[in-house]
């Protein structure tokens, strides 16, 4: 049986956890369904980061000023599983069905007298202490603390003793501004005031505005009888001492009556209906009744215009125009308890699939994968039931009772790797940035594979620019035959070969990345030859003169043509072509 005031929780989608949510109507619709209209809730994942680092600092300074147990005390499990009780409140309203609820939870304000591991030990408990506005993505601290313990209790100093002297600056104190024990008798002091409230009525028949507000006679009687006339009437006896002659003097002084009014005569009648419409939207919220609704009225102003409007008739109709209303509405539904199997219930018992006469069927591919793969949460290898978590391609799944942890608290029982980690002191720059990746990760519910390395999470969906270096752009255009940018755009995953682009650069170029300019000389140096002439004087070779035969060898030459050999399949030359010699040079140095 589900009432209205009931926080409950709400499924609007079979792999997502349950939504949590306070009733406060319960409407039935033209075809028999009951919808409710409730006050939602957001949970830490349903922010984005940086309003999270506000709420964490936020928590940081209550724990500093609370004198309950610190986070500091708290175990890492502890610490994981305490954010997935804290909830965020908005002012936002939404109608749902009534058969998409799933049970009951309770949601409270932050108790700072009470220790947050009494959080954890009440089964579907929840706190929040900021409120989320969602369409201004903005937190806001709740005004309904409770202020209890010694920062918020009065300093009482000690009874004077008889005969001594105050030495608190008087100026500082409060301010006497009636005496009770006057020679004025009662009677003489109601007859001031008769004399007070006519004065009054006179006034408001003399001002043109007044008498617009009030035209009949016994509207500006009944104005002049409320408490600012009688409040102006006593102040002005006090400062004359109960002298009633000079104060009957004052209330009507040689430029006429003096007049007073209060809120309720002050605001019009457009700015009383915005007034009523803020209060219907907002409560006694004041603050945001001002920023959205009336923000030329101070805020005094507001209050005082409140508990004067809640004495007049307009309040009393209202009041009992809502009490028809809620005569009328549900106040409480029954909802049988949901039995429908989830889709995402992995149909085989223990990770073994099932047999379709006597053969494997075609589950089988499917679930093979799943064999002997642990509790994403517990790390548990056996359970009665076992669901799918995460996207399809990851293969994740929990057990029973991490399932049930999951939809009620938006979470995984353990703490991640990444959440381990934020906790060592050193970390090196590419930790950090790995872990910030897996941490956004984990904060939008998707799966991070608990594998020991930290590359094995999906892809990151920020985008990245490529910043190319100045010989990058050169080695595109210089060596296009070997790169083929067509043919490797179209096949991304296959690697492209570095190390034949830097030969074939380093070649054309003369000079290779990290290695200083080398200058290719195309012949020996003039003294290098004049050298080689003066050890090895040039001899006259005898001509053989004879006709060829097939017998006869042909007469080897000396000096050997140039052999033009093709580079290797790396595009490299080979070491008489890299180093300026040819093969003529060669055989003389032989």
């Given at each position: 049986m589900y009432r209205v005031?009931?926080?409950?929780f709400?499924?609007?989608?079979s792999?997502?956890?349950?939504?949590i949510?306070?009733?406060?109507?319960?409407?039935?619709?033209a075809n028999g369904n009951?919808e409710?209209?409730v006050v939602?809730?957001?949970?830490r994942?349903?922010?984005?980061?940086?309003?999270?680092?506000?709420?964490?600092?936020?928590?940081?300074?209550v724990?500093?000023?609370?004198e309950?147990?610190n986070?500091?005390?708290?175990?890492?499990?502890?610490?994981?599983?305490?954010?997935h009780r804290?909830l965020?409140l908005?002012r936002q309203?939404?109608?749902?069905?009534?058969t998409h609820?799933?049970?009951?939870c309770?949601?409270?304000?932050?108790n700072?007298?009470?220790s947050?591991?009494s959080?954890l030990?009440?089964e579907?408990?929840?706190?929040?202490s900021l409120?989320?506005?969602?369409s201004?993505k903005?937190?806001?601290?709740?005004?309904?603390?409770?202020?209890?313990?010694p920062r918020?209790?009065?300093?009482?100093?000690?009874?004077?003793?008889?005969?001594e002297?105050?030495?608190?600056?008087?100026a500082?104190?409060e301010?006497?501004?009636w005496?009770p024990?006057?020679?004025l008798t009662?009677?003489?002091?109601?007859?001031f005031l008769v004399?007070?409230r006519?004065?009054g009525?006179?006034?408001?028949?003399?001002?043109?505005s007044?008498?617009?507000?009030q035209?009949?006679?016994?509207?500006?009687?009944a104005?002049?009888?409320?408490?600012?006339t009688?409040f102006?009437?006593?102040?002005?006896?006090?400062?004359?001492?109960?002298?009633?002659?000079?104060?009957?003097?004052?209330?009507?002084?040689?430029?006429?009556?003096?007049?007073c009014r209060?809120?309720?005569?002050?605001w019009s009648?457009?700015?009383?209906?915005?007034?009523?419409?803020?209060?219907?939207?907002?409560?006694?919220d004041?603050n945001?009744?001002?920023?959205?609704?009336?923000?030329?009225?101070?805020?005094?102003?507001?209050v005082e215009?409140?508990?004067?409007?809640?004495t007049?008739d307009?309040?009393?109709?209202?009041k009992?125009?809502?009490?028809?209303e809620?005569?009328?509405?549900?106040k409480?539904?029954y909802?049988p308890?949901?039995n429908?199997?989830?889709?995402?219930?992995i149909?085989?018992?223990?990770?073994?699939p099932?047999?379709?006469n006597?053969?494997?069927g075609?589950?089988?591919?499917?679930?093979?994968?799943l064999?002997?793969?642990?509790c994403?949460?517990?790390y548990?290898?056996?359970?009665h039931?076992w669901?799918?978590?995460?996207p399809p391609n990851?293969q994740?799944?929990?057990c029973?009772?991490?399932?049930?942890?999951w939809?009620?608290?938006?979470?995984?029982?353990m703490?991640?790797q990444?959440?381990?980690?934020?906790l060592?002191p050193?970390?090196?720059?590419?930790?950090?940035?790995?872990?910030t990746?897996?941490?956004?990760?984990?904060?939008?519910g998707?799966?991070v594979r608990?594998t020991?390395?930290?590359?094995?999470?999906?892809?990151t969906?920020?985008?990245?620019?490529?910043h190319?270096t100045c010989?990058t752009?050169?080695?595109?255009?210089v060596?296009?035959?070997?790169?083929?940018l067509?043919q490797?755009?179209r096949?991304?995953?296959?690697p492209?070969?570095?190390?034949?682009?830097?030969?074939?650069y380093?070649?054309?170029h003369?000079e290779?990345?990290?290695?200083?300019?080398?200058?290719?000389?195309t012949?020996?140096?003039?003294s290098?030859i004049i050298g080689?002439?003066?050890i090895?004087?040039?001899?006259?070779?005898?001509?053989?003169r004879?006709m060829?035969s097939?017998?006869?060898?042909?007469?080897?030459?000396m000096?050997?043509t140039?052999?033009?050999?093709?580079r290797?399949?790396?595009?490299?030359?080979?070491?008489?072509?890299?180093?300026?010699?040819d093969?003529?040079s060669?055989?003389?140095?032989?």
């Open positions: 005031g009931d926080y409950v709400f499924e609007n989608s792999s997502n956890p349950y939504l949510r306070r009733i406060e109507e319960l409407n039935k619709t009951v409710a209209k939602c809730f957001y949970r994942r349903d922010i984005s980061n940086s309003l999270i680092m506000l709420a964490d600092k936020h928590a940081k300074e724990e500093e000023e609370s309950t147990t986070e500091v005390d708290l175990t890492d499990k502890q610490k994981h599983q305490l954010k804290e965020f908005s309203y939404e109608s749902l069905p009534a609820i799933r049970g009951k309770s949601v409270a304000l932050l700072e007298t009470e947050v591991l959080y030990e009440k579907d408990a929840f706190f929040y409120v989320y506005d969602p201004l903005t937190l806001l601290a709740d005004k309904g603390e409770i202020r209890v313990g918020y209790q009065a300093d009482v100093p000690d009874m004077l003793a008889e005969g002297l105050d030495d608190r600056e008087q500082k104190l301010v006497k501004v005496n024990d006057s020679l009662d009677r003489q002091i109601d007859q004399v007070a006519a004065v009525t006179f006034a408001r028949a003399l001002d043109c007044s008498s617009v507000r035209p009949s006679l016994h509207m500006s009687a104005a002049a009888s409320r408490d600012i009688l102006h009437a006593m102040d002005t006896l006090h400062k004359h001492n109960y002298d009633l002659s000079s104060a009957i003097s004052v209330l009507v002084p040689l430029g006429g009556p003096v007049l209060d809120e309720m005569e002050e009648a457009s700015e009383a209906s915005l007034f009523e419409e803020a209060l219907e939207k907002y409560g006694k004041f945001d009744i001002r920023q959205d609704f009336l923000p030329w009225k101070s805020l005094t102003s507001i215009y409140y508990y004067m409007w809640k007049t307009r309040y009393v109709q209202q009992r125009l809502k009490a028809a809620a005569e009328s509405k549900l409480q539904v909802i308890t949901y429908k199997p989830n889709p995402n219930q149909s085989s018992n223990n990770g073994k099932g047999a379709v006597g053969a494997v075609a589950s089988y591919q499917t679930q093979t994968s064999i002997g793969r642990a994403e949460s517990c548990a290898t056996q359970s039931q669901y799918s978590w995460g990851m994740c799944r929990l029973a009772s991490c399932w049930i942890y939809k009620k608290y938006g979470g995984l029982k703490p991640t990444t959440e381990e980690e934020k060592s050193c970390q090196t720059t590419e930790d950090s940035r790995i872990r990746h897996m941490s956004r990760q984990a904060t939008q998707t799966p608990n020991g390395s930290p590359k094995s999470a999906v892809k969906r920020q985008a990245f620019f490529l190319t010989l752009k050169l080695a595109r255009q060596c296009k035959n070997t790169l083929r067509r490797a755009a096949r991304p995953f296959v492209i070969n570095c190390a034949a682009i830097r030969a074939e380093a070649d054309r003369c290779i990345v990290g290695s200083p300019l080398k200058i290719k000389s012949r020996k140096p003039l290098c080689y002439l003066e090895h004087p040039a001899m006259k070779p005898n001509v053989v004879s060829p097939l017998q006869s060898p042909a007469v080897k030459r000096l050997a140039p052999n033009h050999s093709s290797s399949i790396l595009g490299k030359r080979n070491y008489s072509h890299h180093n300026g010699l093969e003529r060669c055989c003389i140095s032989d």
